[in-house]
């Protein structure tokens, strides 16, 4: 059975139109709008999505820090208190086990931000491996998660918040503050590659705060959004989905994330692996569409006869106005420019290599 949000009844009064993904039931959109007002919302105004399914476990003990270094394959030894880092969880051999961003709040206290469909597996993996004086504490069921996305998202929190309670830079989070008089950690973070805030707090205050936050967005636009737009805003700015760019197959270094595999830390699991397989021969890339057709996920890809790789993501684009898709490919045809066909139900269609991220916002 499904599981539900705190704020399930919302979506549904909202006209959310609720499909079942990681386990749980969400909006996919909202009616009257659709994926494309509600992608553009963020892009141009502001949006905001219940991503309380995703996961929160914290590690917690004087070990935490040595169990997160053994665990992720990023470097933590340097991390500042407030500060929040993406990175991998790999298995023996190089595989991804997940993706997700951790959080520090001081020495002895970490947050890992995982994957809704992997919960219970992260859980199950981390505590197998766990040394030490370090406990793992499963927070998910009580912890209720907001992203207000787009380019009018501080000045909406401001509105609710004091200036010096909202996180300045990029990847940092601040502790136990107040929204509008709701005690929240809240972090500039984000899956859309749009200035954002993701906002934390107790189940119970789900309903406030998402009120709070659609009431003080009114003049400024802001919209409820749903896994649709979450999906192709995150797809426009090149970011990977588990289940679809990153496995327990592919690598790190395969899907283009050396930016947080460090291969020069003492260890982690799954170094050993990477190390020993060296470069790798394919790689993630991106694909403009330029025959007609949407090429999504699992299409096989030719370069004339030979099968060069597997599209691993794709739709239209809202923001560009053409179809893309992402790519693992061999590393002989990644270059820009390459002209290759993507197989959909035995029709090919003309695709040409070009760089990611396909959308980038101005600063």
């Given at each position: ?254 899907a283009k994330l050396k930016f947080a595999t460090k ?75 390459t002209q290759l066909e993507a197989e959909v139900r ?18």
């Amino acid at each position: 059975m499904e599981l539900k949000t705190p704020l399930y009844e919302q979506h549904v009064q909202l006209g959310g139109k609720m499909v079942s993904f990681g386990g749980y039931l969400l909006p996919v959109t909202y009616k009257p709008t659709s994926l494309i007002i509600e992608h553009e919302a963020v892009r141009n105004e502001a949006g905001l999505f219940d991503v309380s399914h995703m996961g929160s476990i914290f590690l917690e003990g004087k070990d935490a820090l040595e169990n997160v270094q053994n665990l992720l394959s990023n470097d933590f030894s340097t991390m500042e208190v407030g500060q929040v880092k993406y990175t991998l969880m790999c298995n023996e051999a190089g595989g991804i086990v997940d993706d997700f961003i951790v959080y520090k709040y001081n020495d002895e206290k970490f947050m890992l931000v995982v994957n809704a469909a992997n919960r219970e597996k992260d859980a199950n993996w981390i505590k197998q491996h766990l040394t030490g004086d370090c406990l793992m504490n499963d927070q998910s069921d009580a912890i209720a998660i907001l992203a207000l996305q787009g380019p009018l998202s501080e000045k909406i929190l401001k509105k609710l918040m004091k200036e010096e309670d909202i996180p300045a830079k990029f990847y940092t989070f601040l502790e136990n503050r107040s929204l509008d008089g709701v005690s929240v950690d809240i972090s500039q973070t984000g899956y859309t590659g749009e200035l954002g805030f993701e906002i934390y707090f107790k189940n119970e205050d789900a309903t406030t705060v998402w009120n709070k936050l659609l009431e003080a967005g009114k003049e400024e636009g802001l919209i409820p959004c749903g896994l649709g737009a979450r999906d192709t805003l995150r797809l426009e700015a090149g970011l990977p989905l588990y289940g679809n760019e990153l496995t327990d197959e592919i690598t790190p270094l395969e899907a283009k994330l050396k930016f947080a595999t460090k291969l020069k830390k003492d260890h982690f699991i799954g170094k050993d692996a990477l190390v020993e397989k060296g470069e790798p021969t394919r790689t993630r890339i991106g694909a403009k569409v330029t025959g007609k057709g949407i090429v999504r996920e699992h299409a096989p890809i030719f370069s004339g006869e030979e099968e060069v790789g597997i599209s691993t993501s794709g739709s239209h684009s809202p923001t560009l106005g053409y179809p893309i898709a992402s790519l693992l490919i061999d590393k002989a045809y990644a270059e820009p420019g390459t002209q290759l066909e993507a197989e959909v139900r035995g029709r090919r269609i003309p695709i040409e290599v070009v760089k990611l991220p396909f959308y980038k916002r101005e600063k």
